[in-house]
Structure formats: C-alpha cells, structure tokens
C-alpha cells in the first residue's frame, strides 16, 4: 500500500506511526542517511523517488532473508515527517520481524537528533 495513502503504522503495531521533527526538511533526510548507513546488515540502495527518499535492503543474520526499507522524508507543517516501511520478500509472515526493523531505525534516528526534537 502507498505510503501516501496511509496515516502509518498498522492496526498491529500501533507504536509505528510516521515521526515528526520540528526541523528543516534537508536536514533530516540527511541524519537519516546517516543513520541508514550504521544500522547493522543495512545496505543502502541507490534511487528512489525523488531526493527525500532512502532504499535499503537489511538482511537477516540467521537465514541470510532480505528484507526491502523505504524511508520517506516530507515536509509537515513547520517541520518534516518520516515515513518508514519494512516488507519481507520471501514469506507471508515476518514473525515481528519488519516492526522491529523500523523501531530500530526510529531509536537511531531519535538517538542522532536532539532528544526535544521528536513529536508523535
């Protein structure tokens, strides 16, 4: 489903909802590059669409399963918003998996800002 379409989150994981930060639209796709960068067995992809979107590919350590992340950056009201959706490739469950993929994502990224900065 397009993120666009979707307020975020799901009805199973009602803690993953798109992140706001009072902050300049440019910086934050820039710390979350960063971040994408050191999250252990990520890799980022080249292309997207458009400037403010990130790919990455993360990669389990036990059965070596790929997993794709897109990562949206847009502009909200005075700040940005982040976007950010895990799906497995293989299998119709990811066992908790993709969740955990983006609330590891959401805690660096919380980590390399300023602790005032995050809004729900």
Request: charged share 25%; proline share 5%; glycine share 10%.
């Amino acid at each position: 489903m397009s993120m666009r379409r979707r307020r975020g989150g799901s009805p199973g994981y009602p803690d993953l909802q798109p992140k706001t930060y009072p902050m300049e639209l440019n910086r934050l796709v820039d710390v979350s590059r960063t971040v994408a960068d050191r999250m252990p067995g990520w890799s980022r992809v080249t292309g997207g669409f458009g400037a403010h979107e990130i790919n990455a590919t993360v990669t389990s350590a036990l059965f070596r399963f790929q997993d794709d992340i897109t990562i949206r950056v847009t502009l909200q009201g005075q700040g940005a918003m982040v976007w950010v959706r895990s799906a497995s490739r293989i299998g119709r469950w990811d066992f908790g998996q993709n969740a955990r993929t983006i609330r590891a994502f959401l805690t660096e990224l919380d980590r390399a800002l300023p602790q005032e900065s995050a809004q729900q």
